[in-house]
């Protein structure tokens, strides 16, 4: 095996690390680290994906003694991956706005169909803005959950729409030093981007 993780005479330490592992890449990997999203937000999105992170479901596996199992968001249904990035009002409002501004005509209302839409590498600049703008949605409807637990307040749609619109506008002006190609220019006016 550290035959396989030599390169160039060299031997290189991640490549041994996963051949250890005994782990392919999944398929929607590259959705999840695409590298134009917020770094923290490619993290909230692979636990999300994994259904790892603490939602209150999750907590009462583990025995807790919770005030209440309902979503922290509209205290309407019992908390859950499924239903607070599909099935919560605020969650569907958001992701229809985003879907909308980048052009998605589809966006899965399933935790088990969105695993199955992000296989795929991101190629052209509308795919990486798509997977940029989904992990920036799971990203803030996460933080809108903890706002409304310690603050006790939820941020409007609206707010949290312009928020993620301008942090995809800022992680974009990184792109400026790379030459966009005209189908890029075209795509990035329609969207109001530039
Ligand atoms: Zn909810």
Known sequence: MIGRAVQNNKLKVSKLYNLLLHRDKV?????????????????????????????????????????SVLCPICELHQESHDHLFFQCKFSQLLRSKVAAWLGCAIWPVHLNDWVDWMVGKP???????????????????WWNRYNCIFNLCSVSVNAVFA????????????????????????????????
């Open 123 to 141: 190629k052209c600049l509308q795919q990486k803005l798509l997977a940029t703008g989904l992990a920036a949605a799971v990203y803030f409807i």
């Open 27 to 67: 398929q929607y990997a590259f959705v999840i680290w695409c590298n134009l999203s917020v770094p923290k937000h490619r993290f909230i999105l692979w636990q999300a994906t994994l259904r790892h992170l603490l939602t209150r479901d999750n907590l009462l596996k583990c025995q807790l003694c919770l005030p």
């Open 163 to 194: 928020l993620l619109q301008n942090c995809l506008k800022a992680r974009l002006e990184n792109l400026h030093r790379f030459k966009l190609k005209r189908k890029d220019v075209a795509f990035l006016e329609k969207v109001h981007f530039l």
